[in-house]
């Protein structure tokens, strides 16, 4: 018997998503149903105007793909949205409609409900706080199962004119325990020029294009203003903590993309603190990675010791080969 279904829709105007690919994931794995909606996408072109342009456009989406959102999202356990902070106000609008027209939960996840949860809850019921990988699998079964999904760890509620705050769920120490992203194009859709269209390769070449976003590692001790590990570390202090990939998992995944969609000519390692690996992980990985075949760039922070950026000296035999400091620095 298949599982229940859920949606996942993204906001962004990019499709990498590691984040909701990866729930995605988890959620087949346990065998739920995904719907995976990627619905302000635009081409490289349009990504660059997006974010470089004067003002930030966040236009509301025209009622043809309303009606297909809608469609596509009708007979869901539960509606997910990744919210960033700037598409907040454009998902909130997104998020009415979808209350008006169907009858099922619609949660919040992302760093925007994150930073702000009591004014996300005065939009959504309620919100996934911090990582989702565990959370969103724990409340689908539970709303599966008809047990009380609001007493969800990792989760926050609007009920009976209070807030309910519960908990967060233990983060996965061992990223080894997670699937690979969910690049199976079956159930994923794109918004291609006013419609919702199924996945496809010459979409994913539109749209991803050539670059696989992904990251090696999840946590960073260091609690800048500028960036949301700020915000992440007052919510669990284990988010300081470093936890990893293995080298064989994470060379995996990168075959399991490329043979789903073998057009990826640089993977971009985005990480905050991939210097913090251990040196022999950082040489077993410059060994192994060499016969790959693809470029790759790696950003992040160096700011971790000297030690460690001796560990960069392997990289320079590796091809095509970018190493810096974040763009914020």
């Known amino acids: ?10 906001s962004t105007d990019d499709i990498y998503c590691i984040g909701p690919r990866r729930i995605s994931a988890q959620l087949k794995r346990h065998g739920f149903r995904v719907n995976l909606i990627f619905l302000r996408a635009t081409n490289f072109w349009g990504q ?14 025209p009622e043809p793909v309303y009606r297909q959102l809608i469609e596509l999202c009708h007979g869901s356990a539960v509606i997910g949205f990744s919210v960033w902070t700037h598409h907040a106000e454009g998902v909130t609008r997104v ?9 099922c939960p619609i949660v919040w996840g ?6 702000f949860p009591e004014e996300s809850l005065q939009v959504v019921e309620s919100i996934c706080m911090g990582e989702g990988d565990v959370s969103l699998l724990r409340l689908a079964q539970a709303l599966q199962e008809k047990r009380d999904w609001r ?5 926050w509620f609007r009920h009976e004119g209070g807030i309910i705050r519960n908990p967060e769920e233990p983060l996965v120490n061992n990223l080894d325990e997670l699937p690979f992203m969910d690049f199976e194009f079956e159930d994923h859709f794109v918004n291609d020029g006013g419609t919702l269209k199924p996945m496809d390769m010459r979409l994913m070449k539109k749209y991803y294009g050539g670059k696989m976003w992904t990251m090696f590692s999840q946590g960073c001790p260091y609690k800048c203003t500028f960036c949301s590990n700020d915000v992440l570390i007052d919510l669990d202090s284990g988010y300081r903590e470093f936890r990893k990939h293995s080298v064989d998992y994470f060379l995996a995944e990168l075959r399991y993309v490329f043979s789903r969609y073998p057009y990826i000519y640089n993977v971009i390692i985005d990480n905050d603190a991939y210097m913090f690996l251990p040196l022999e992980i950082i040489r077993e990985f410059a060994e192994k990675y060499g016969d790959e075949g693809s470029n790759f760039h790696l950003r992040g922070s160096a700011t971790n010791g000297t030690s460690h950026c001796w560990g960069l000296v392997p990289f320079v035999m590796i091809r095509g080969c970018f190493c810096g400091p974040p763009t914020w620095c």
């Open 1 to 10: 018997m298949s599982g229940s279904k859920i949606s996942i829709i993204c």
């Open 110 to 115: 992302g760093i925007h409900p994150t930073s």
């Open 48 to 61: 660059t105007r997006q974010r470089f342009g004067a003002h930030f456009e966040d236009a509301d989406l």
């Open 151 to 155: 007493a969800t760890r990792g989760f």
């Open 95 to 103: 998020t009415r409609r979808l209350q008006k027209e169907l009858d």
